[in-house]
């Protein structure tokens, strides 16, 4: 059995790396200045999982504008468009305009910022006993925020994603000593996304996933601000991945562990912590929610974030960060 507590996708930027951002921009500081800037910011979040007892983490994508992008912007087809919102949030990304065949390019520099970021880790950790996660986003969402105006159906636009940007750009990141790819799948169970939708969107990443274990590589995806028992039947085509719960979604018609129970789930990443509500969660629920979980069969179970932390004001995720990893050892902490 394991529990662990888990950092999942980006942390909201402090008010030291929105400097080094605002003083890029205005030609202020250098490209050098800038990278050591974020390095330091990158070695201060270590530091705050390491005196937290999180193992599991992000590098908070800290050089990411959001899950989309800078990704996008190298992509040859694609144009990154104005500002989209990002489901109900006050919180927006930049739409990729799809003009051509997808191709990731040669000089994306995401395979260059883990190495970077595993490096750091090494060394605020003290060796091997972390594990860095490389969040990307996954086929059927960046189809769902893309303007097609290249492909004539819209499952060739995610085939295209999947095949022409995210399995090279996997292959690459294992090449550099990526173990777990964090897939974030919020399209999955978005009400707004049709469901009709699921039977391929479910087909593709289970061939996404399929793509990084043979290669070696262990493989997460995170759905969000939705209930996950929409997905349901398809459930089964992805369950060799560690599939995400965000237990805060309103209208779920099942607890989490129902959700673990009826549909066989053996790897499950309880997104306990509320990335969109500055209250700090209970600790005895806590206890139990993972409890439940584990009697409902859950084998390994992880405890983190819900959705990206960008929506919180950084002391504020810092704190539950703090809390999330003090909860855990001391509920789980022999686990």
């Known amino acids: 059995m394991v529990v662990r507590a888990s950092f ?92 051509g065949e997808l191709r990731l390019r040669s000089d994306n520099p995401v395979p260059e910022w883990f190495e970077t970021a595993f490096s750091l880790a090494e060394e605020v950790f003290g060796g091997p006993e972390f594990i860095l996660k490389q969040p990307l986003p996954g086929p059927l969402t960046l189809a769902e925020f893309s303007v097609n105006k290249y492909y004539k159906g819209y499952w060739s636009l995610v085939e295209g994603w999947r ?64 209930y996950l028992g929409r997905v349901g039947k398809y459930l089964s085509r992805i369950n060799e991945a560690v599939i995400g719960i965000d237990p805060h979604v309103k209208g779920a018609r099942k607890a989490p562990h129902r959700l673990v129970k009826d549909y066989r789930l053996k790897r499950v990443m309880l997104g306990y912590m509320d990335a969109r509500n500055t209250k700090l969660e209970e600790g005895k629920k806590f206890r139990s929610a993972v409890k439940a979980l584990i009697r409902a069969g859950a084998e390994e179970v992880y405890v983190g974030n819900n959705a990206p932390m960008d929506f919180l004001p950084e002391p504020v995720a810092a704190k539950k960060v703090r809390r999330l990893g003090r909860l855990t050892s001391q509920y789980f902490g022999g686990w």
Not at 186 to 201: C, E, F, Q, R, V
Not at 208 to 221: P, T
């Open 163 to 226: 095949e022409g940007v995210l399995e090279p750009l996997i292959r690459e990141l294992i090449g550099r000593g990526l173990k777990v790819v964090e897939i974030h799948e919020p399209a999955l169970t978005w009400p707004g996304t049709s469901k009709a939708k699921l039977d391929g969107a479910t087909a593709e990443l289970g061939k996404l996933i399929r793509f990084c274990r043979d290669l070696g590589a262990d493989v997460w995806v995170l759905t969000y601000f939705g």
């Open 8 to 99: 999942n996708g980006s942390y909201p930027r402090t008010a030291g790396l929105a400097r080094l951002y605002s003083r890029l921009h205005s030609g202020r500081l250098s490209g050098e200045g800038f990278e050591k800037g974020v390095r330091g910011q990158t070695v201060r979040l270590f530091k705050l999982f390491r005196a937290s007892g999180v193992t599991v983490f992000t590098d908070g994508m800290l050089r990411w504008d959001d899950i989309l992008n800078p990704l996008t912007g190298f992509v040859d087809g694609v144009r990154v468009n104005g500002l989209v919102r990002f489901y109900d949030n006050n919180f927006f990304v930049r739409a990729p305009v799809v003009e």
